[in-house]
């Protein structure tokens, strides 16, 4: 049974950073894209990075482009979002989320996505 687990999320002060983790379990290959999205209350569900099987195609949304950084340790079936210079706007539910297959097509789009974590809440404080 695929199973993507998160953790990491937390409080921090804005500026701050946070290490966001996401365990999967499950797939048969350790090479599938997988994504981070956030979600804020009473807005949608946002794409924010996404990693290829192999690392090759990393993709970030403009929002948090050169303060995210998303990474992957297939040996641990791990894949990891660094958050640095955090703002109150960062503060959202963040949801690891897998496809099926590797691409080097890594989009930011819920349709890109099969299988979701159920969330660690962010929350970055003024």
């Known amino acids: 049974q695929l199973q993507l687990v998160e953790s990491g999320g937390g409080l921090v002060q804005s500026g701050g950073s946070l290490r966001l983790s996401c365990i999967v379990s499950?797939?048969?290959?350790?090479?599938?894209?997988v994504g981070w999205f956030r979600q804020a209350p009473g807005k949608e569900r946002e794409g924010i990075s996404c990693?290829?099987?192999?690392?090759?195609?990393?993709n970030y949304a403009t929002s948090v482009k050169g303060r995210f950084t998303i990474s992957r340790d297939n040996a641990k079936n791990t894949v990891y979002l660094q958050m640095n210079s955090l703002k109150p706007e960062d503060t959202a539910i963040y949801y690891c989320?897998?496809?099926?297959?590797?691409?080097?097509?890594?989009?930011?789009?819920?349709?890109?996505?099969?299988?979701w974590g159920q969330g660690t809440q962010v929350t970055v404080s003024s």
């Open positions: 499950g797939f048969t290959s350790p090479y599938y894209n």
């Open positions: 990693i290829n099987g192999r690392s090759v195609v990393k």
């Open positions: 989320t897998a496809s099926a297959y590797d691409s080097v097509y890594c989009g930011l789009s819920r349709l890109d996505f099969d299988f």
